[in-house]
C-alpha cells in the first residue's frame, strides 16, 4: 500500500479573483500580456498556502522532513506570513532541532504579535528548556 498524502488545493476561480475592477493584464510587450501585480500576488499567495498545507499534510503523516521542505518553500514564497513560520518552528521541535525551532516561533510571533499559539508553544519551548526568564516575556 503507497502512503498517501490528501492535499486540499484552496485556489478561487480566476474569474472570480480577477473581477473585482481590476483588469486581467496590463499592457501588451513584444506580443506577450503582462498580468498585473495584483494577479500576481494573488498566484503567490496561493502558492503558499498550497506549500504551507502540504507541510502540514506531511507532517502529521509522520513523515516531518518532507513536511520541512514544504514549510521552507512556502516561506520562500511569502516570508511576512507568520504561519509557515511557526509550522517550520513546530516540526524542527519535533526533530529535537529545538535552537532552529525557537527561531521559528520566535518568527512567527515578531510577524503576528497577536498568534495566541505561537507564544504559547514558544513558551512551553523555551520552559521545557529552563529558560524561564525568556518563556514569561514571550
Known amino acids: ?23 486581467l493584464v496590463e499592457h501588451r510587450l513584444n506580443g506577450t500580456w503582462w498580468v498585473t501585480a495584483l494577479f500576481r500576488q494573488h498566484v503567490l499567495h496561493e502558492l503558499f498556502l498550497v506549500w504551507n498545507h502540504l507541510g502540514a ?17 512556502a516561506i520562500a ?8 513560520h511557526y509550522n517550520l518552528g513546530t516540526a524542527l521541535r ?7 525551532a ?13 498568534f495566541a499559539e505561537a507564544h504559547f508553544n514558544l513558551g512551553n519551548l523555551l520552559r521545557d528548556q529552563d529558560r524561564l526568564d525568556e518563556a514569561i516575556e514571550s
Open 94 to 100: 519535533q526533530l529535537d532541532r529545538l535552537e532552529e
Open 57 to 73: 499534510a506531511y507532517s502529521a503523516a509522520g513523515r516531518t522532513d518532507e513536511g520541512l521542505a514544504a514549510f521552507e518553500r
Open 1 to 23: 500500500m503507497t502512503d498517501k498524502i490528501p492535499v486540499i488545493f484552496l485556489v478561487e476561480p480566476l474569474h472570480e479573483t480577477m473581477d473585482r475592477g481590476k483588469p
Open 77 to 84: 514564497l511569502a516570508p511576512e506570513l507568520a504561519d509557515a
Open 102 to 114: 525557537l527561531a521559528g516561533l520566535r518568527r512567527a510571533v515578531e510577524l503576528n504579535p497577536r
